[in-house]
């Protein structure tokens, strides 16, 4: 007589399972999408809680779900966004040596395409002209303060990526320009301690191309607004690059992931 010998599952691989459909969940539902509680989990997936839990922690490692304890606990969803894509872009980078100079050339490629597609929507003039415009004005009122210039100006190049029509675009250009903003903060926030922040003129300097900018998007000069961005990015580029070194990019910090993330929530 043949014994038949059950195979078990290790919990791992069930955790695994749970997670990835509870992923699926989260990518696919809007964006008040709540978890079930545990004991709803594990009636629903006839799993044990440890399995549960474990799954949970996945979730929570990608960045998913914030677990909050005590009476009030729960796991809290998180749908990803441009700037936890950054991060884990960054992270991926600063693995890999990628230096602040690679991560510049890519914007230098990637971004200026942005704003020559931006100057061929037929709404330019009633969508993407406005907040540009806008966003110029609020800079030329901060060229005084270091700082506050710095992170207004930095969104003039976030908004100029989220006005691009293709999704995809917007996503890839968009990490790589919150990175970058991250590191350009970084310097300037390092450099306004020091007293060395860039003069007033090579702030209006940088408005007034922001403004030339707007002006060829308006009147749909696609390929002079990609070459003036092309050639205001050399030239800020290498203002950062050379004061604050071409060192590695830095994600991992917890400056860096702060910049990322408030860039993300102020500009979103």
């Known amino acids: ?3 038949t010998r059950r195979t078990r599952i290790p919990q791992y691989r069930i955790a695994e399972t749970v997670a990835a459909e509870l992923r ?4 696919a539902a809007e964006d008040d999408y709540a978890l079930p509680t545990q004991d709803q989990l594990v009636k ?4 044990s809680y440890p399995s549960i839990r474990e799954a949970i922690r996945i979730l929570e490692t990608e960045g998913l779900v914030t677990v909050r304890r005590g009476k009030v606990g729960g796991a809290e969803v998180h749908r990803p966004d441009r700037s936890s894509a950054a991060y884990h872009l960054g992270l991926a980078l600063q693995g890999d040596r990628v230096t602040l100079g690679d991560l510049a050339a890519g914007l230098r490629m ?7 597609e931006c100057a061929k929507r037929e709404d330019r003039n009633e969508v993407v002209v406005p907040v540009l415009s806008a966003n110029v004005d609020q ?7 270091g700082l506050a210039f710095t992170q207004a100006a930095r969104e003039f190049h976030d908004l100029l990526v989220s006005f691009t029509p293709n ?8 990490s790589l320009v919150a990175l970058w903003s991250a590191q350009e903060e970084a310097w300037a926030e390092s450099l306004t301690k020091r007293g060395e922040y860039p003069s007033r003129d090579e702030a209006l300097t940088a408005v007034r191309t922001h403004r030339r900018i707007v002006d060829d998007i308006a009147a749909g000069r696609a390929g002079e607004a990609e070459r003036v961005a092309c050639a205001h990015l050399s030239a800020t580029q290498a203002v950062v ?3 604050f070194d071409d060192g590695v990019v830095n994600a991992s910090s917890a400056a860096a992931r702060q910049a990322i993330q408030s860039g993300q929530r102020s500009r979103s």
């Open 44 to 47: 629903e997936f006839g799993v």
């Open 139 to 145: 800079c030329t009122e901060l060229v005084d303060d």
């Open 167 to 174: 999704a995809t675009v917007r996503h890839v250009v968009g």
């Open 24 to 27: 699926t969940r989260i990518l």
């Open 1 to 3: 007589m043949t014994t």
């Open 241 to 243: 690059l050379d004061r």
């Open 110 to 116: 990637l971004e200026p395409l942005c704003a020559a």
